[in-house]
């Protein structure tokens, strides 16, 4: 049993905090408590340091009793490197075996997805990517008449039909399991997969849907083709690896007492990010109904969990333990703001405003309320721009500022010219869909469109690499195994076999990022069609089938790119105000941050939250309410300083006309 002393928090303190700080009594809890628990954090209450400090400690009495080690899980891979970068150099030992620092995706794949498909097919799977796997799907859907599955002849011809009616359905359905058998949903965590003939144009009385035998047949095809994917083809969707956990779990259930015995701490940080799959999976294994010898301890904020996939968590999918800390203190938010962020909470707790201005005195600034008329909404940015200098002027706002201005919203953009969304305050808005990927179906798309935002050739880099693989996959080129190559299988081959070629190739990539960096794309792109041939004649090939995939058109251009990345932005006397979503923002602090209202499902937030604003008890029992009050919670708690929220004169006129206006300043943009 691990004692942590008040010796070990200092020690900690020491490395995490500046001098002169030192832990209050609520994270010095967290920290001594080595229990299964939660950890209720208000935001910006530093619970990630806090559990950096508990790992720092459990370094110190490493190796552990009986050889166990320690898991920490985060969402992103981002987290995973900032841990690292905040304590790596002084817990060597927490970075090895036994112990595992990763994404849940990442520990899911190491320790139960590859080894159930490496121990059932003798191989493993050659990536588990969902670009990757879409791009299987792709190729096969162009070849339907190749998967024939000895079924009977009418099932291909419906699922052509299929195919051309949703063409959608073939990449999102998905295997999964209950206690009594393997069946196919509609994509992860949805119903169970329906088999219906596409009606299209036919009129509702001359319609006829597939018998019941078509159908099972049908079904049948689905299922076959799906396992030829993971199995023949050797690629998984990031969602395959969670039905490949369950499957292994429940043929071989002694996984879960190894799997504790292997790491008797378990942390999961941002835990309210968790999908119900991952939830779930995690509970099965580390929890088991308070039966687990782990020490499970999940930390996060409950009232930020605003994601589920890409919507709205409706249901909470973490309920908390009996055994629950609490952080109230917010080192982010202040005073002023604190008791407003409190009230949006779907879980009630409390939040202490603990952020002062440097000089230790307490930041005294009202949330602003901008009231604005059809013909003031695109004032409303310049307007918040023009509050903070006049704040900064006043010595109330730092200048420099410690953290970016931001204005955010919850919607976009709406089709209907009478619904506001976030580019009707911002008409320069672009809505991006372009994501950094490592598949896109030409070659210039790869030298494009990377990571502009890392200070390092590594974005660049990869994506020349996987350009190439792409190249090699393409021309059906394998490595000595048979499998598709890997970036680093590919590197080490050719400096094996082709050492003079490999260092060549590297000067090459280094001379190719450093150009693209100087926006010299077509060159770079020049010089690699350029280099294809004699980069496939090392594997005795030429370009044949990969001809078009070089030679094609991109679907991107870098005026696009640049245009999206420099739209976004409000530009005024040193003032930069960044403009994005509610969702582009979680977990990021703010010096001042503008919430705009947006329309959705039939109301604005200030009418789903006018008794928040009024002060009075809100019903939370509605379903767009709750949503609501999620956005809310999130937007509204970024900033240090400053709170601006946007409100239609009709809409503040009608629900808002009695706000307290000692609590809020308010400001009518059709008066100045």
């Not at 292997?262 to 941002?270: A, G, K, L, M, N």
């Not at 119900?276 to 782990?294: R, Y």
């Not at 901008?370 to 023009?386: C, G, M």
């Amino acid at each position: 049993m691990i004692n942590v002393t008040d010796a070990d928090i200092t020690y900690a303190e020491k490395i995490l905090l500046k001098e002169g700080q030192s832990f209050d009594d609520e994270r010095r809890a967290f920290i001594k408590d080595l229990t299964t628990l939660d950890l209720q954090a208000v935001p910006g209450s530093g619970k990630t340091t806090a559990l950096l400090a508990k790992l720092l400690i459990l370094e110190k009495y490493m190796p552990l009793k009986n050889g166990v080690g320690v898991l920490v899980l985060s969402h992103t891979n981002a987290a995973v490197d900032e841990i690292y970068s905040k304590i790596g150099k002084y817990a060597p030992k927490l970075f090895r075996y036994p112990n595992f620092i990763g994404t849940i995706q990442s520990f899911v794949d190491t320790f139960l997805a590859i080894p159930y498909y490496s121990n059932k097919h003798k191989k493993k799977p050659y990536r588990i990517d969902n670009e990757i796997y879409n791009e299987k799907i792709e190729k096969c859907l162009s070849n339907l008449w190749y998967y024939k599955y000895d079924l009977p002849k009418d099932t291909l011809k419906h699922i052509a039909h299929i195919k051309n009616a949703n063409e959608s359905v073939f990449y999102n359905y998905r295997f999964q399991i209950d206690e009594d058998r393997v069946f196919l949903t509609k994509a992860l965590n949805e119903a169970e997969l329906q088999i219906n003939k596409p009606r299209g144009n036919t009129k509702k009385q001359n319609y006829q849907d597939y018998s019941v035998v078509e159908k099972k047949n049908i079904y049948e095809w689905f299922k076959r083709f799906k396992v030829g994917i993971l199995v023949k083809e050797e690629v998984l969707h990031f969602d395959d690896a969670y039905f490949l956990a369950k499957l292994h779990i429940k043929r071989h259930p002694n996984i879960v007492n190894l799997l504790q015995k292997r790491f008797h701490f378990t942390f999961v940080d941002e835990m309210q990010d968790m999908d119900i799959h991952q939830h779930d999976l995690l509970e099965s294994i580390f929890f088991e109904n308070g039966a687990s010898s782990s020490i499970f301890q999940r930390i996060g904020d409950i009232n930020q969990a605003i994601y589920n996939g890409n919507s709205v968590h409706i249901n909470e999918i973490w309920s908390q333990r009996t055994n629950t800390l609490q952080i109230r203190g917010s080192h982010r938010i202040n005073n002023r703001l604190a008791p407003i962020i409190e009230r949006l909470g779907l879980t009630s707790y409390e939040i202490l405003g603990l952020n002062k201005n440097d000089d230790g005195t307490e930041i005294d600034i009202k949330p602003h309320i901008l009231v604005f008329d059809d013909s003031t909404k695109e004032n409303v940015i310049p307007r918040f721009a023009e509050i903070i200098i006049q704040l900064q002027a006043e010595g109330k706002i730092p200048s420099p500022s410690k953290h970016k201005f931001m204005a955010i919203a919850w919607r976009k953009e709406h089709e209907d010219s009478d619904k506001l969304g976030l580019s009707d305050y911002w008409n320069n808005y672009s809505v991006s869909n372009l994501k950094t990927k490592i598949d896109y179906k030409v070659l210039k798309d790869y030298l494009l469109f990377y990571d502009r935002t890392k200070d390092t050739l590594e974005s660049i880099r990869k994506q020349v690499l996987n350009a190439l693989l792409k190249i090699l996959r393409l021309e059906s080129i394998f490595d000595d195994n048979n499998r598709v190559y890997s970036k680093q299988k590919l590197l080490n081959d050719l400096k094996e076999h082709h050492n003079e070629e490999s260092e060549n190739l590297k000067l090459l990539i280094y001379k190719w990022s450093i150009s693209c960096i100087n926006d010299k794309i077509e060159d770079v792109y020049l010089s690699i069609k350029e280099y294809v041939p004699n980069f496939l004649s090392l594997f005795g090939k030429t370009m044949i089938n990969s001809q078009e995939f070089i030679d094609g058109a991109s679907a991107i251009n870098i005026e696009q790119i640049e245009i999206i990345e420099h739209s976004n932005f409000y530009e005024t006397d040193d003032i930069r105000i960044e403009i994005g979503t509610v969702h582009s923002v979680k977990g990021k602090t703010h010096t001042a941050t503008l919430y705009l209202e947006t329309f959705f499902q039939g109301k604005y937030e200030s009418e789903y939250l006018k008794n928040m604003f009024l002060n009075n008890s809100i019903n939370k029992n509605g379903v767009y309410i709750k949503q609501a009050m999620k956005m809310c919670y999130v937007g509204f708690s970024r900033p240090t300083h400053l709170l601006c929220v946007a409100i239609h004169m009709e809409r503040f006129e009608r629900v808002l006309a009695d706000i307290d206006r000692g609590m809020w300043e308010i400001i009518d943009l059709s008066t100045t």
